[in-house]
């Protein structure tokens, strides 16, 4: 998977991705790996970790405001600039990833 730069525009901070989750207007994608994932997710994500995206990115509505995450947002940016180049225009990266959703206060659940 190629790595391409994302700029600001493609990024939604925790606030942000909160305001769209309440209103139902948002698919999330979790891109980190199975142990990570155990540990607590966003709820109503989808997980698909970075290694399988290119076996699986078509699970996803291209359609559909996309947001991505990870631990810390470094690979959700990568799958962010590679579902782009795809034909997702609507995908943004969760800018700090989960640390940052957590740093807000904001609830995670755990995977079962």
Not at 33 to 48: F, M, N, Q, S
Not at 71 to 86: M, T
Request: aromatic share 4%; with cysteine; proline share 4%.
């Amino acid at each position: 998977m190629a790595v391409t730069n994302q700029t600001n525009q493609n990024q939604i901070d925790a606030e942000q991705l909160e305001q769209l989750r309440q209103a139902g207007e948002v698919t999330l994608l979790d891109v980190r790996t199975d142990p990570e994932v155990a540990r607590g997710l966003i709820a109503g994500a989808k997980h698909i970790p970075l290694n399988q995206l290119p076996g699986r990115y078509e699970e996803l509505d291209r359609q559909a405001v996309l947001v991505v995450y990870c631990q810390s947002g470094a690979r959700s940016a990568q799958a962010c600039a590679w579902l782009a180049e795809r034909g997702f225009a609507r995908v943004q990266n969760l800018h700090g990833g989960l640390l940052a959703w957590v740093r807000a206060g904001l609830p995670l659940i755990t995977s079962e």
